[in-house]
């Protein structure tokens, strides 16, 4: 803790730091300096870019979980949804985003996907929602092309040495949606109980689905 | 589109001056072409305002992780699949 400043004194009773923007990363600055060029110069307005932020915060990885459930229970729409994801989305009413074309790949016994972008961040934000900040950390990015045994370890998976490791790095207009193993024992759940299993970091191919609860077993 | 499934490709190794989508990492090597996805408008002129036409073919095109990375430690058989427009890639092999 440091001392407050002696000469804040702004008739409340409390003291405190100045609250400045010092401490505002240089991209945050660079993101705010060109939205307002962009404003002044009529390209965009600032309602567009407010409705694209909310648009972009209401999606979750819940309506990638809906996807893989359905795939899970429904050998036909898996096939429909590794054919086309954008139209197996519509399919479910879910609102596959603007152009990006979602690929989806499926895990199974004998090979396991990851994905990765190592030149941004590049995602299906229209199903998962935003990337965990991880995803677009220095460290995971260079690392899960050229270690990527080593980074599924550090999540906690530990993949047989005869499952075949495939990084997709999703450089272009692709994102790509793992669909994970449907977990043991749970041949009893419906496809909502199936969906609470799937975990936005099992469809982006760093950890498998949750363990279904013991009762559900 | 003028790569096959299966194709071994080189990536042309050069430098480039301005946004692209080709990683440095696998410039210069030789893949193999597992899917041939679609035609996209091309992003090195439409990062710079133009309508990116023509559209370019888009492959996804898989490494050996021990061809890009030599001497690091892993298991042999780990494959990188990376997005790559058809300007970028040349007959391998």
Redesign the interface.
Known sequence: MTAPTPDHDHGHDHNHEPITDAGEPPAAARARALEKLLVEKGVIRREDIRRGIDWLVSRTPGDGARLVARAWVDPEFKARLLADARAAALELGLDPGPSP?V?AVENTDAVHHMVVC??CSCYPRALLGPPPDWYKSLAYRSRA??????VLSEFGLELE?DV???????????RYLVIPRRPPGTSELGEEELAALVTRDSMIGVAQPAAPAAAAA | MTYQIGQPVRVTNRAHDGHH???G?VKGKTGRIE?V??A?RN?ETRAYGEDGLPEVA?Y?V?FA?ED??PG????S?????????EHWLEEAG
């Open positions: 074309v690929v190592t030149l092309v050229s270690d990527p045994r080593g040495p075949e490791l495939r990084v997709l790095d999703s450089t272009a207009d692709i | 989508r080709t990683p990492y899917r996805h679609d996209f992003p888009l996804l898989s992780r890009l990375w690091l430690d892993g298991q058989d780990e494959r990188i699949y990376v997005d790559l427009y």
